[in-house]
Structure formats: C-alpha cells, structure tokens
C-alpha cells in the first residue's frame, strides 16, 4: 500500500490546516501519526474505512477532525492549532485503528505563537 499526502505548511496559533492523504489500495483504517522533535512518534487521528470507527489522541480531541472522502482517501482538519502541534505528520494505514503498518511520507506543520 502507497500513501501520498498532502497539506501542511507553517500557520499561526489559532489558524486552521488541512492535511490530505490518498492510499493506493483499502485497508481497514487510515489515519495520521505525528513526531515532534525529540519526542515519540505518536498516533493523532485514525478512522476506519466506512468511517464506523474513530480514535483521536486526547490531545487533539475536540480541536482535529478525520474524515473519509472515500475508502482510500482521508482529509485531517486541525483547527485552533497551538505550537505544540508542530511536528512532521505522516499518513499511516493498517488493519487496525490503532497500529498501522503503512507509512507515507512525512509532511511538515509548523505553528508559530
């Protein structure tokens, strides 16, 4: 399975971003982990692939919204975003909502203060 994502840029504290992936195949979920400097690679947002299925990091909850486009295609919304959500995000797909075994490539987010 291929991922290709998209989105992601450097915004302002408060400001809205919207990443993007696509799979080239349907796996049960997909989703997006993120690694801030330093820190573990941690899971942000998964959903199943008829969308039955969410999990979201206590950290995002509330602020982050996974979506399905389609059963290969996921759009992550982030709203009122902080600096502490600055990291790389990388799309992840699995068979699983919470352990994924397909990575794309990283995507950069940066929010300033």
């Known amino acids: 399975v291929q991922l290709q994502a998209s989105g992601g840029g450097s915004v302002q504290a408060g400001d809205s971003l919207r990443l993007s992936c696509t799979a080239s195949s349907r796996t049960y979920a997909m989703g997006w982990h993120r690694q801030a400097p330093g820190k573990e690679r941690e899971l942000v947002a998964s959903i199943s692939w008829n969308a039955d299925g969410k999990s979201y990091a206590g950290s995002v909850k509330g602020r982050f919204t996974i979506s399905r486009v389609n059963e290969t295609s996921v759009h992550l919304q982030m709203s009122s975003l902080k600096p502490d959500d600055t990291a790389v995000y990388y799309c992840?797909?699995?068979?699983?909502?919470?352990?994924?075994?397909?990575w794309g490539q990283g995507t950069l987010v940066t929010v300033s203060s």
């Open positions: 992840s797909a699995g068979e699983s909502l919470w352990t994924h075994e397909y």
